[in-house]
């Protein structure tokens, strides 16, 4: 027997390394639900002693009606018998309160733990580096945790409160066998153990199968996404590419379901014949329990007793058992969740951090930077050394791919240069909190984005925390360019904007200006326009042009354009092609060396007359 525990004990170590979380996970609970969590372990511990009172007054009640049988029913010992079945019915009764009382408990648990834990995950999602979002490894991880771990800590804790209330009912059954042989529990125990075995070889199988589909579940969402989504509804229809994912999102589906089936089939074989092996044995305890009666050696109400404690501990070990299932499968969830959010950021604050300037005095400057993206190869900067005076504004063109936007992530330090450094005044970007570079930033992104809420709310949200006025919001979007549209909507700057919740929709182009109005209000020394005109017609891209200088005065302004028409405007302008600038000057300047901008200027022109664009 002590061998056999050994070897089991040896294999649970092995198959059990998540153990480690189920304190961890208590806490999580503990921080979420406070004193909701001590009600429900009260609860737990009182529902796992009163059915072992329930057996013995159902074996008190027999034996009392039985004696009333054989002496002949009078008032005492009628009184007596009634009186244990009152017992009886009353523990019943309180056994039904409390297990109601448990179930709101849980309730209540469930939803302020749910809320923290979605708390948790968005909080580290937000001060991860945008180098996470670079890797299909991070997605992975993000949807165990999020879509499929978030509940997972509060049903592990329903698994553990009926693991300990089964426990406390199993021991006290087992208490009331070993007063009839030594042998009625040990061969309940043996009974549980083949099952027992194939819940942890089988949940150990099915997690190493989830953790290899976890990307084909996330292509899954992803063809479900495109089928239902307004962004790609146009293109669906248009080249007739609807069934083309339907049948993609299918196939995938298919894979997966076919594999689940037949996991499900080898286990339940396996369970099968394990349960078999446990009946059989309970079988036997039955058996010599009717053959004590037979002799007289059990009277009804033992009969009874052993009958119920049996039969309760039976369906015990069946609970146990499918709460160790719940649990192995939770804790494995619950792994994917904590190591999601042990996740840390590679860019930090300094250790001690410096001021930076309220106001550029010298300017920014780029120094020997050279960067690629993770799990890319490529250099997108190569020793790229770049100055921009403060108070000027300066325009970046080139080919696509050739570092432009890259320029703008690394000044808002979204990554750190693997060589090299950015400065502002002489002052290296690291040596800077984050947050306070943030606020001496404001970016108009390539791909800015909507944000289903009022027009004034999707201007002020550049600056919530400066709390702008109405006049200041206006302001901005009369800079913009954005005031015009926004005044045609039915409430003006009320009007709810994007059509998830049923709101006024915008051009490409109005979008933009609004974004634009949102970098505005930002009252940043650095502006950052990456293709601020993409969107807008010649006519609107002129008018926004004619505002523009007055916007940036006082502040350093860089424009990342393909636009010549916006980059023209700028006090110089600078070509970066391959992570290297290969030209500066003005827009005349450059048009006189005749060589990379003048052509490409040309080009532009060309392209402009044979479409009739002003």
Known sequence: MNVILIKFASKLRKLLPQLPYIPQTLKLVWTAAGYWTLTWAVLVVLLGILPVAQVYLFKTAIDSFVAVLGTGIHSTNLWASLTIIALLVTLLLLMGILGNLNNWVRTIQAELTEDYISSLIHEKAISLDLAFFDSSNYYDRLHRAHLEARNRPISLLENLGEFIRSILTLLSMVIVLFSFGIWLPLGLLLSTLPPFYLVVKFNKIENQWRLQNTSAKRYADYYSTLLTSRDSAAELRLFELGMHFKTSYEAIRERLRQERMQLMRQRTFAQLIASFISLFMVGI????????MAKGKLTLGDLALLFQALWISQGLLQTLLTNINKTYQNLLFIKDLFEFLSLQPQVTNPVVSITPPSVLQKGISFEQVTFRYPDSQQLALNQFTLFIPAGQIVAIVGENGGGKSTLVKLLCRFYDPEFGRITLDGID??????????RLITVLFQFPIH??????????????????TSIEIETAAQGAGADIPIQRLPSGYGTLLGKWFGGAELSGGEWQRVALARAFLRQAPIIILDEPTSAMDSWAEADWLARFRNLAEGRT???????????????????????????????????AQGSFYAQSWQAQMRNCLVLGVD
């Open 557 to 591: 302004a860089i424009i990342i354009t393909h636009r010549f028409t916006t980059a023209m405007q700028a006090d110089i302008i600078h070509v970066v092609t391959n992570g290297r600038v290969i030209e500066s000057g003005t827009h005349t300047e450059l048009l």
């Open 429 to 438: 970007l690291r040596d800077f909190s984050l947050a306070e570079l943030h």
């Open 451 to 468: 944000y289903h809420d009022t027009a004034a709310n999707n201007i002020a949200l550049s600056a919530l925390a400066f709390q702008p």
């Open 285 to 292: 305890a039955l058996s010599w329990m009717v053959w004590q």
